[in-house]
């Protein structure tokens, strides 16, 4: 039964994809794809064009909804909603036409590009960094223009994404690609410079929130090949992403239990949960989350902000978010308190303590040692289920665990944040629940998100990987890394691709879930198999 299921839902996708990519000629027809030379600041869609953004989403005039907000206006939208006033009401007015005739396309990057799948995976992803390569941008449309050239994950995902970055330089230091780590991490800087933060992704859309905190992973990177001064360089972009999540921690209360991305817990601790700073529909998902919210019965308000809490968590989505069984309306993320989050902060704090020490600044260095310690107290207390012996995510509104068992769990290992024996539980859960044939579930429920049983994620394979090696687990750490090589080299030997996410438990190459088509590229995959295949002494030298 469930490989029917996952076959029908490869037709649906497929079908999707089809109709896209037909809707994508016939509009590519009707005008140049060339992108016009940007001359003004980077626009937010949702907001310059108002009444006609609503209606070309809801009308569905591309089938996937992040189209029309990564194309490119023609004219100044001034311009735009001035004809759109004029010609919306009379009898002949097309939206479709009146779209192709102001906007153009998203660019797509021509690379003549084609899989050969003579070459071994490893040579094949080598030669896929320069067709994921973008160059230092110009400001066009959505897009918040980088000073850099960088790695985007590939597919609909034509922009950098914050945690992505991450893993895809994972497989970068592999290469030898040290100058696209620096140009990636110096990009990530001039975005806490200018923007106070680092977004999702480089795209206007994306200015309510961020994705799990990996800068700080990201310089440690670098400090590895150029040393510890590396450290010191960052020390200030490391201390304003900090203060971004604590943003309102001091004026925490009692009578004021929760700001933006800070929760004060019952014991006076504070730890952190994921936000959005818009209680509105995506833009690049607004469609689906009007319709959504329509259907729910939900204070809508309240439901936009918890899907755009579970996008900055990167898992969007999965019943680790859900308070009823399989269904999305009853989304609840900004209630929760992540297990990885809160790993991912304590390895921030520990990391400005780290580079306050190189600069020389001993008082700094125990404050954020301090602000680790307690961290880490706050975290086993409220989120080491006792029971099962595993951390889980806890709901502060309730005062109790959420009970999913996740990959999440997989963080404090990561970090080094537990004792041995709770790490041999750990790993005890990981090995019995969680390993499957090619590689770690994301979460023990089969919920039709793409955060969900049976799909497994490149970054969580890595995190488990590292984490198990860690506590002396190195065999099943291997295993493990073992499954989830053998199965992303069948799955390109079938069809060529690196993809996003792989179907762990089950025959099928395409894993499904999710409100867009399997996307193929792929930066984090990439990064995380070449990372894998050295580690486990499987590349040629």
Known sequence: MESKHINYK???????????????????????????PAATAPVAPEKAYGELFKQIQLEAI???????????????????????????????FILKSFVSKYFSLPPQPSSGYKSDTSLSIEAHINTLWPVLTRKPDEAGGSLIPLPKSYIVPGGRFG?????????????????????MIQNMVDNFSHLIETQGFIPNGNRTYYKGRSQP??????????????????????????????????????DLSESNVAHRRVVRMPDGSVLNRYWDDYAEPRPESYKEDYKLAQASGRDTEQLYR????????????????????TDLSSIQTTKII???????????????????KVAGDENKTIQYLQKARLRKTSLMKYCFDIRKRYYIDYNFV??????????????PLFFGITAQDEADRIAEILETKLLKDGGFLTTTTESGQQWDAPNGWAPLQWIAYAGLKKYGYDDLASEAAQRWISLNKKVYKNTGKMVEKYIVSGTEDEAGGGEYPLQDGFGWSNGVLLRLMKEEGMLKK
């Open 398 to 411: 309730e005062k109790k665990s959420t009970g999913i068992i996740s990959m999440a769990g997989a963080y």
């Open 62 to 92: 591309f089938p996937d909804s992040k189209t029309f907000v990564d194309c490119i206006p023609r004219v100044p939208a001034k311009e735009i909603m001035e004809q759109y006033e004029k010609q919306k009401d009379k009898k002949n």
């Open 10 to 36: 490869r037709t649906f996708y497929s079908f999707i994809f089809l109709s896209f990519w037909a809707v994508s000629q016939v509009f590519a027809q009707s005008v140049s794809l060339e992108v016009p």
């Open 338 to 356: 992540p297990v990885d989050l809160n790993c991912l902060l304590y390895n921030l704090e520990h990391t400005i303590a780290r580079a306050a």
């Open 306 to 325: 918890d899907l755009r809490a579970a996008c900055e968590s990167g898992w969007d989505f999965s019943t680790r978010w859900l308070a009823s069984g």
């Open 159 to 179: 922009e950098v994404y914050y945690w992505d970055s991450y893993f895809t330089m994972l497989g970068l230091q592999v290469s030898g690609k040290t100058a």
């Open 213 to 250: 905190p990996f800068y700080a992973l990201m310089v440690g990177l670098l400090a590895k090949d150029k040393g510890d001064e590396v450290l010191k360089k960052y020390l200030p972009f490391l201390e304003k992403e900090y203060a971004f999540w604590m943003e309102g921690s001091s």
